[in-house]
């Protein structure tokens, strides 16, 4: 994947934040990357570096209507597949704990052409759900999500398909 694909992707999520901000329904911003300013110059422009030794945090985190909070890691590809170490170990463990507190956590993905949610319980499952420490598009196709225009990651397409998809796993879960 491209850095324009990705950065695409990341644009159409921003659009969804504020759609559901306008909306009432969630308050949700972009985590800044950690940079370290090098040179100030005129105009309000400045020479920054990334900062490689810090721990990327989860690229968005804000709070639903409802008072809970949501965190989430955005990750997209062009392959049909999305392994789950693209999450830095700082970023799966900051989901866990969120989770743990009773957070919406999960990964916004793009695989190939679907996008979807997937709830970091099913993320962090992989290996127990599908054998394998992967998704799938296809697999990904349960937590697809709306994409009018802007990435709705709140708005599953099929919620049924899901609840009984999370009903069964956490009962395989349960008993292994």
């Not at 968005?60 to 392959?79: M, Q, Y």
């Amino acid at each position: 994947m491209n850095n324009q694909q990705g950065d695409a992707f990341e644009k159409m999520i921003l659009a969804g934040c504020a759609t559901y901000k306008k909306r009432g329904r969630a308050l949700i911003e972009k985590t800044p990357e950690p940079c370290k300013i090098i040179k100030k110059e005129a105009g309000g422009r400045a020479i920054v570096q990334f900062q490689k030794h810090e721990k990327a945090q989860c690229d968005f985190k804000g709070v639903l209507n409802d008072g809970r909070a949501v965190i989430f890691e955005s990750k997209a590809t062009t392959e049909k597949r999305m392994n789950q170490d693209r999450l830095s170990s700082t970023q799966f463990k900051q989901l866990a704990e969120y989770e743990k507190m009773g957070a919406v956590a999960g990964v916004c993905v793009l695989i190939n052409k679907t996008a979807a949610f997937i709830p970091f319980s099913i993320w962090s499952n992989m290996k127990t759900i599908y054998g394998r420490k992967y998704i799938t598009e296809e697999e990904a196709e349960v937590f697809q999500v709306d994409t009018p225009s802007t990435i709705q990651f709140l708005n599953y397409v099929d919620v049924n398909r899901i609840v009984e998809f999370i009903d069964k796993q956490e009962a395989f879960i349960c008993n292994d």
